[in-house]
């Protein structure tokens, strides 16, 4: 069975990064595109970046050229790198591999 385990999220300043860890077991993680997602307190859940096994990348508009998805395939595990964080970013984040979902991992920016 596929099993999703998201690490990295916590707490951090305005202005800071965090390193999101989607790790993959049950799959054939290469084959598969890879989604992460979040959602904040009574909003929906939100797309905000996508990698297809081809390395094909998509952000939403409110994350572009602030973070960054990446996979390693060998490690069937992916990221997603978060650079100048804002309190707008606070939500829970989960990754989706094949229209599985893991538990999902707090990322909370505050002062």
């Known amino acids: 069975q596929v099993q999703l385990v998201e690490s990295g999220g916590g707490l951090v300043q305005p202005g800071g990064s965090l390193r999101l860890t989607c790790a993959a077991s049950?799959?054939?993680?290469?084959?598969?595109?890879m989604g992460w997602y979040r959602q904040a307190p009574g909003n929906q859940r939100e797309l905000v970046a996508f990698?297809?096994?081809?390395?094909?990348?998509n952000y939403a508009n409110s994350v572009k050229g602030r973070f960054s998805i990446s996979r390693d395939n060998a490690k069937n595990t992916g990221y997603l790198q978060m650079n100048s964080l804002k309190p707008e970013d606070t939500a829970v984040y989960y990754c989706?591999?094949?229209?599985?979902w893991g538990q999902g991992t707090q990322v909370t920016v505050s002062s």
């Open positions: 990698i297809t096994s081809g390395g094909f990348t």
């Open positions: 049950g799959i054939i993680f290469s084959s598969a595109s």
């Open positions: 989706q591999v094949n229209l599985q």
